[in-house]
């Protein structure tokens, strides 16, 4: 249920580094529950309006979508959906409801403590993830450990698309790329039709339209609960 990975080359997380240090993530308000500080997932999220679709930040930060895709075309050994971001963030136990098989984390940054536990029985096991592992975190509680510095930890995994919204569309069919000096996700539809996400064009919004009222309870995307 959980096995360590190769060790990463020292420079393998320094761009994606570099890039969070000059430009942070936001606060995520829809993981209180799990922890506190900065997360977020690039790549496909659950939509509670519609089928799963590619996450708002991947074309807002499109340059670090193509960071997180070049790192994982080079180290990741397992299929995925979904990138989790997480910067700082301190889990409380729990386990990963909308995520299916095996995730791939790793942290870094400078920071010490910080460990992955997986509350195991008869005894919890605490994980240095500065190594990657790989861990079903649909199955197993797990928890971070407390810890000092700027922690930062990806977690590629594959979500569960609800099943009155099947997953429909494909991580491949989104690439980014740098079109008139600006990174923008390329999505390429089944018909081979090609259009651009950015910042100033992304998807439409799934609850446009619709009255104070009716959206109330509603959120745009259901971020995975993810270490």
């Known amino acids: 249920m959980w096995s360590v990975c190769p060790s990463l080359p020292d420079k393998a997380l320094e ?18 529950k ?23 930040q991947s074309w807002v930060d499109a340059k670090l979508h193509y960071l ?9 050994p397992i299929a995925f959906t979904s990138i989790q971001v997480n910067d700082s963030f301190v889990c409380n136990p729990h ?4 995520n299916k098989g095996l995730s791939y984390i790793v942290g870094f940054g400078d920071y010490s403590g910080g460990l992955l536990k997986l509350h195991l029985e008869p005894e919890p096991v605490e994980i240095d993830i500065r190594t990657p592992h790989l861990f079903n975190g649909s199955e197993i509680l797990h928890s971070t450990t407390p ?7 990806l977690v590629f995994h594959t979500l569960v698309a609800p099943d009155r919204f099947p997953l429909v569309k494909s991580l491949s069919q989104y690439k980014a790329i740098q079109k008139e000096g600006r990174w923008v996700i390329e999505y390429t539809d089944v018909s081979g ?3 651009y ?12 339209g619709r009255k104070k009222g009716q959206v109330r309870s509603e959120s745009i995307q259901e971020v995975p609960d993810t270490e």
């Open 193 to 195: 039709a090609v259009s």
């Open 197 to 208: 996400l950015s910042i100033k064009n992304g998807l439409p919004h799934p609850l446009r």
């Open 15 to 32: 761009d994606i580094q570099s890039h969070l240090m000059k430009k942070p993530i936001t606060l995520n308000h829809y993981r209180t």
């Open 68 to 76: 997180l895709m070049k790192f994982a075309e080079q180290y990741v």
């Open 95 to 98: 386990k990963d409801i909308n």
């Open 147 to 153: 810890f000092t510095g700027r922690r930062f930890s």
């Open 34 to 56: 799990v922890g506190d500080g900065r997360s977020q997932c690039w790549g496909l999220v659950r939509k509670r309006s519609l089928a799963p679709d590619l996450s708002r």
